[in-house]
């Protein structure tokens, strides 16, 4: 590109507005605000290659390409305009875009992890200084994390009352409206090709059950959630810790990506209620973890590595590359357990309840890092998020805020007969086990040879026996947890 000086930002120039986690042209308030008053819109997306943002995993590059590709074409069939694909670092690349263009805007929506509020505080500075307006916008959240207090003036460290001081300020903003017409500007400066970024795997191409669970994009995501209104937020209250139903909205990678805002689905579900009546609470709470994730990371920037709690520092892990390797695949000889994880390997996606019982395996009965389990659950989530995982393993690990006890450990048999009773999600990703009755869907070595036998299953060759026994890694996790400061309470249950 020609250089011009930073300086020469125009007032009549056109407006950059800058895609990153709000991949939609709907309730895009950065989009609304650039093409404001008719003015000319270059929209850009920047893969940024400086090693200040922690790099996305493999399921989320996947997920990239397909949103921006669904994007790239949503600009050009609804407004005529070319997604402008840069790589680099951001600052020096809006800069020079601004001096090609004579840009007299930049517009974004906000991110809310401590690297990317660093990063884009200094970039709104640079441009600023060089007279160019920068407008940014929430369009990620229903309430932004410096917005809701205690009476005090503090931020909250427990969900009921963060959610119910969030509420009561009577419910989120509407979302912003879509801009009905986007004006193109001539000058734009050609950018690089998606199909170079190697987003997709190649050798080999493990993302075959991404590609048959999933539709990325805009579209997608309302089709999902129009679905789940539809079939599943009736009974969701019921439904949702049943990972052998299609209970929940799996909404949250196309949130992550902001392909949906929520307050788009926020007013979705309010209408639906308005005209069918129905409770959407419960379901409208989880929106309210999301937020309050967003809440501890703004707060708590370290959460991603440091416990909440300090007295977890002193916690005795212990480090087994074996055993985080069998968990990692699926090979703990414990059925639920195991078949989250084949379901995440496949589909890039585990239920919540799963999740919460494949998390609690890991860091209570094989003692490994809460870290460990949040690393692999980075790579290979469609819906990885700095927030929502750090927050959700550390409230499993009970290292965090509000979080589940520790000495609550959660037993995977008990949990697979109340939650899988008919034994069908196990089945469905551990077909080997397909022909074991009921009774023994979640515990195999309890079965009997001649049921093993008539189940075709050998215990060591088609499925794993369990890596540790329950009783005795309860024991052991109990233990550990004794040597602690105890902040967290008397250890007691199971469940
Ligand atoms: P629904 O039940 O339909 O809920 C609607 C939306 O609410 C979700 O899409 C999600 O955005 C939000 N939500 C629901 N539950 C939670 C929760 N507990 N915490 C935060 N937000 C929630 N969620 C992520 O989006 N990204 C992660 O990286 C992530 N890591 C997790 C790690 C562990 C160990 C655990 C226990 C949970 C994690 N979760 C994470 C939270 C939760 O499991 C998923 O959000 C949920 O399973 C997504 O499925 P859904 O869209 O069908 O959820």
Known sequence: MPSRPLTAATTTGPAIVWFRQDLRLADNPALVAAASGGRPVIPV?????????????????????????????????????????????????????????????????????????????AIRSLLKEAGV???????????????????????????????????????????????????????????????????????????????ESWQPGEAGAAARLAAFLDAALAGYADGRDRPDREATSRLSPHLHFGEIGPRQVWQAVQMHVAQHGGDAAKFLAELGWREFSHHLLYHFPDLPQRNFRD????????????????????RTGYPLVDAGLRELWATGWMHNRVRMIAASF????????????????????????????????????????????????????VQGERF??????VRRWLPQLEKLPDKFIHKPWAAPAAVLRDAGVTLGRDYPAPIVDHDRARKAALAAFATLRNDAGEATGES
């Open 311 to 330: 007295s977890f520092d002193a916690f005795p892990w212990q480090e087994d590359a074996g055993l985080l390797r069998s968990w990692q695949r699926g």
């Open 133 to 211: 307006t920068v407008e940014t916008c929430n369009a990620g959240l229903l309430y932004e994390p410096w917005t809701v207090q205690t009476r005090a003036g503090g931020w909250f460290r427990v969900f009921t009352p963060f959610w119910r001081a969030c509420l009561a300020g009577g419910g989120p903003a509407a979302p912003a409206p879509a801009p009905k017409h986007v004006a193109i500007w001539d000058g734009q400066p050609e950018g690089e090709q998606l199909e170079d970024w190697a987003l997709l795997p190649q050798q080999p191409d493990w993302a075959g059950g991404l590609r």
């Open 420 to 425: 899988d009773p008919a034994g069908s999600y």
């Open 45 to 121: 997306f920047i893969r940024d290659t400086t090693d200040r943002l922690r790099p996305m995993g493999g399921a989320s590059r996947w997920w990239l390409h397909h949103a921006l590709a669904a994007l790239r074409d949503a600009l050009k069939r609804r407004h005529g305009l070319d997604l402008l694909l840069l790589s680099g670092d951001p600052a020096t690349l809006l800069a020079d875009l601004v001096r090609h263009t004579g840009a007299a805007a930049v517009c974004w929506n906000r991110l809310y992890e401590p690297a990317a509020i660093h990063r884009d505080t």
């Open 362 to 413: 890991l860091v209570k009965h094989l003692r490994l890092h809460w870290r460990e389990g949040e690393a692999w659950f980075w790579d290979t989530l469609v819906d990885a998020d700095a927030a929502s995982n750090a927050a959700s393993w550390q409230w499993v690990a009970g290292s965090g805020a509000d979080a589940a006890p520790y000495f609550r450990i959660f037993n995977p048999v």
